[in-house]
């Protein structure tokens, strides 16, 4: 059995890793340039025709398509369960570490393509360079840890050692699972979801975000070239609203595991309830949704560590990150200090395309978050005090940082999830006030405090209402094994992603006990 | 004679003249030196003391202050309190004289170490470095530059800095220079860059802008210390940094502009694995200029840091692990140097008595005259040691931090720690009267690993 080591992410401190990088770029833009690409449902190996189909640009700029993007419907998501059905018979059976070791090779493929899969990511995504490595890290690390998981928590227990009685628990796949992914982790985040799935003995139907379709793809030819059974895996692009909800539906499938928002979450959580004709098991729902993530900043913090931490934890890909941090709290003196250093250091962060590797923010996902967030900040100029506002370039979908003063805590920017580069702050008075006003969200996924007082470290452990709790450090960037992620409250239901507990949800238990006792003769008793 | 021999008998010359003479953190007197010893005896509050003394100057309260003390010492007080002379009675919610004092004591013993706020209240302390035939060369403390507008203020620091210096005449006397013919007097004063200050977005993914900021930025310090006949080093910072000021540097003082600038320093860290690589890359990039530049060579500040964020991202510490190896490369490096006297005006920065006596020696069995290179060590941890070898006949620079006591503290922390980790020369050779033979020791012995 192999151990699991984490693989580490890209130093760009040194020239020829950036000159790697940046050669990907260019032989990506080589290829768009001449076509673009075509993203076509996977069933069973063969990419199917279908009539309906949606074109996807580039964010960093508008005038450059990147790929036309194929939609499943409900013909393509009943050939895949046929497929997955029979398929599933045979790989469940398949010997836990083969499974293991596909994933592994998978972790190695993509290892070696890692450049290539960023650069897709800087360009479908605008994913600026070290957000897009650190994407294809954790894809990898979710593929060898998952494996590794596998190998240690999946065989079957020996529940009590007795003589005359075998009890075992023995885990089994749970049969067919739907991944519903997220375009803001793009390879990282379907990756997780669908390799769990695998490695525990279920065969999978995988709809990508649409926004995110290229990298999507990219990842199932990855897995069908590891050796993934071309009947486990079906690749399902399209709408959330149209094949999303098709599947989310369907009778035949078993579970759901989903990362996206607070609504689709709910809703999924909601349609997965009701039972269907023909339907005989009870769906099982995993759901990562949103954060209204905050940081504070006690009166003994280290501020440079603090207004760095932020900066990155607010700003880092546009803010469009499910931990990002968007409320932040100063405690006493130091808020307007605090609120100073960050509004001045926003006012230069480098926001350009995110094929360039200087930019720190790059372009926001699309057209509706573009316009959404734009319509959004033009209400926070009129409604709250201004920190620091700004026009971004033209030609993508570029949004600045934002920072706002003052907020009241019960508004809508306090409140609400926004998912884009928008930081609101206020003032308390004490730790403790600082610490309710953070818990009073919804959410409860990734939050922080910057602090040197041990009293205020130890009170925000046992009392900041959040999933990932940062001390001292960004509150983004949870690494595989090492920071196993996920919400509670309305952020989510299900065990931490790349935690100890991940891969119990995609089996049952079933415990087997059997009589070894013959006429009296108990074998071994007499030893 | 062998050079080990010549080594060791040199060496216990300037052990016997230091004699009992400590630098001022390791005397009897001081807040300083009691922490340090009261932490050296008591190992488990080190951390929390250092945590202590890191947190005190950005706390701008007396309750917060109290707070902080209680929370960090708690029972320990008691032991400490009457060491401090400020009461048991240290807890929070108690008016703040007691508070007061321990802000008090802690500035007062950052004054050890930092030679003041501003250029003018350091202007005496420089003179008295002067008077007693100690050069200098002044570094200014400063916060991370997150903004432009911060790079710009630390700009206007150094700007300001080398006016301050290069308009004091008592200073500025070239009439009447420490070591007369040396290239390190050519300017009577010196300052050190923390280059990466000087722009808020230096990233090695933003490498070439950040070194054509930097270069416009640092070329706007070198006319103005050309005119005021200032010398100046940039400093060596992190890995993730460096190879942004290398080029930097080479950029600039290989430029026209600046050819005639008298031995433009840099600095190299011996701790750093390339280290040796990267001083032959230097001594080319010299001969390519045709000038000599002025070569600070270190050990290196960054350890701690360095180590632990290779490790968290899994990289390779660029950094030797053992310090016999640092110690043994930077003999290498030293040599080299040495050897390139035409090319380069070596500085060698050290407080460890073995490594300045080995530079010493080899100088001269190799036949390179004191006027040919320098020796140089921090302001406040190294005076006798300076002394000593000044009594040699040596130029001897002092590395003298200025600025205010927040940004000042990382600096702080970290001589202190330095100063009273294990491995500590200088703990080593005024706290535990080690036998002197063995701190005389060449450090390539037994230390097979050294290429």
Redesign the interface.
Known sequence: MKLFNNISPTDFSIASEREKFQKAIDTLNLKISKSSFEVHPIINGSEESVEKSISRENPNDTSEKICQVHLSGTKELEKSIEKLKQGFLSWKNVNLSNRANTLRKVADIMNKKRFELSAIMTKESGKPWKEADADVVEAIDFCNYYAYLAEITLDPINTQIKKAELNELVYIPRGLVAVISPWNFPLAIPCGMVVAALVSGNSVIFKPAEQSSLIAKEFVSILLEAGIPENVISFLPGLGSEIGNAIVKHPSIDMITFTGSKEVGLDIIYESSVVRPNQRNIKKVIAEMGGKNCIIVDEGADIDEAVKGILYSAFGFSGQKCSACSRVIGVGDIYERLVDRLTSAASDLIVGRAENSASFLGPVIDKDSFERLNKFIENCNKEYEIGYSTIAPLGGYFIGPHIYKNVPANSKLWQEELFGPILASLKCNSFAEAIDVANDSPYALTGGIYSRSPKSIKYARANLEVGNLYINRPCTGAIVQRQPFGGYKLSGIGEKAGGPNYLKQFVYERAISENTTRKGFVPGLAD | MTLENEIYQFGEKIFNSIGQNAPSGFGKKGLASKLMQWSMTKPSLKTNLF?LV??LP????SD?VA??VH??LGEDLTELGPMFKFGMKLAPGLPSVTNIAVKKSVKEMAQMFIVGETPEIALPKLKNLKKNKLAFTVDLLG??S?????AEIYLKRYLHAIKVFGEDTELQDTNKPIFKGHPGCIFPSNVSVKLTALY??C?????A?SVEVLSKRLSTILKLAMKNKIGVYIDAED?????IIYETIKKVYGSEEFLDFPFPGLVIQAYAKDSLELTKDILDFAKRRGKPVAIRLVKGAYWDSETASSEL???ENPLFIKKEKTDANYEKITKLLLENVDICLPAIGSHNIRSLSHACCYAEKIGVSKDKFELQMLYGMADPIAKAFVGEGYLARMYVPLGEMIPGMGYLVRRLLENTSNESFLRNTFHDQNEIKSLLKNPSENNNEIV
């Open positions: 945590r890191d947190v950005a706390l701008t309260n917060v707070k902080h929370e960090y916060e991370y997150v903004s432009e507008e911060e808020s977005q990233t090695p993914l933003n490498f802008k890995s993730e940094h460096n190879p991202h899994g990289w």
